[in-house]
């Protein structure tokens, strides 16, 4: 089968919503070619691993690249696709330069192409992130490891809103604890969850693409007994009563049910916001103290921050 690579040249802040839409065309898997790569000082709490090529960089911004298969049905996944990142621009997101190339290549290239770009990632003092063609075992005592394939999942759980929602949930939950993901993707927070030690995991998404991937992901780190993978918008009709929700999404969503939030937490209960940049962290801080939470904390990875609120006891 020949395949389609669909090269769109944007933003930092554009990644998280044009990966998903990607994945709503059907592109089994995003690579994220990030010019900042080559000048940031990276820390040496947690390990990363790439093999980068310069030649494969933008001078600036961002290369988001899938793949989709060359079918008569290809100009019309592009052109929508086309659309839905256009229309980011309602919701004040930039999107750059936005200029996309198309090219063919075979299967083999398909298959192997992104591959290269995801080792194992140590995200906090526990967790590590390992794709499943990797033959990763854990380096020390209670260092956990999760297992995700890219092929099928939205991204390797490395991306800097997910690291911070990753360290947040190592900080805050408790053994034993009830937790709802709020747009779960593939399942990397909820499957954290369980094997830091939660009791129960209800996990949603409106994309069925996201509840599949991640039902998989569970069941491949077998917390599966733990987490309930379900449709759903947001927390639409949710009557479960957590002691945390975590919510990796962008702030304009995250406004959407921060009142629900406040509403569905046990008192003292933790919610964990992140995918939110840096100039609407004022608009969602607010929002949460509205609703009646207090902010705990507020943590910056690289342009993105996470907001830690706690319901008061």
Aim: charged content about 20%; hydrophobic content about 40%; some cysteine.
């Amino acid at each position: 089968m020949k395949w389609s690579e669909l090269c769109i040249h944007t933003t930092n802040e554009a990644i998280e919503s044009i990966s998903n839409i990607l994945h709503e065309a059907g592109a089994s898997g995003v690579v994220i070619e990030d010019a900042a790569d080559f000048d940031k000082e990276r820390s040496s709490d947690f390990g990363e691993v790439y093999e980068l090529d310069p030649a494969d960089y933008p001078e600036e911004g961002v290369y988001l690249k899938a793949y989709l298969p060359i079918n008569s049905f290809l100009g019309e996944a592009v052109e929508q696709i086309k659309q839905a990142i256009n229309q980011l621009l309602v919701y004040d997101i930039d999107i750059g330069h936005n200029r996309i190339t198309l090219s063919e290549v075979n299967e083999e290239e398909w298959a192997t192409a992104w591959k290269k770009y995801y080792k194992p990632v140590k995200v906090s003092n526990q967790i590590t992130i390992a794709p499943t063609w990797e033959d990763y075992q854990a380096e020390s005592t209670g260092e956990i490891v999760v297992e995700l394939d890219p092929g099928m999942a939205f991204g390797t759980g490395t991306h800097p809103t997910t690291v911070l929602s990753i360290q947040a949930i190592e900080s805050y939950l408790k053994s034993g604890q009830t937790v709802i993901d709020v747009g779960t993707g593939s399942g990397v927070l909820s499957i954290v969850a369980g094997l830091l030690g939660a009791g129960q995991v209800f996990a949603y998404d409106l994309d069925d693409i996201a509840v599949k991937a991640a039902t998989i992901n569970a069941k491949l780190n077998k917390v599966d007994s733990l987490i309930t993978v379900k449709q759903n918008n947001l927390l639409n009709h949710v009557t479960i009563n957590p002691d945390l929700i975590v919510a990796n999404l962008l702030a304009e969503i995250i406004l959407r049910f921060e009142q629900e939030s406040f509403a569905l937490l046990k008192p003292g209960g933790i919610f964990i916001t992140s995918g939110i940049i840096q100039a609407k962290e004022s608009e969602v801080k607010q929002a949460l103290l509205k609703a009646g939470f207090e902010i705990l904390e507020i943590n910056q990875l690289e342009d993105w921050v996470s907001i830690i609120a706690k319901k008061p006891d």
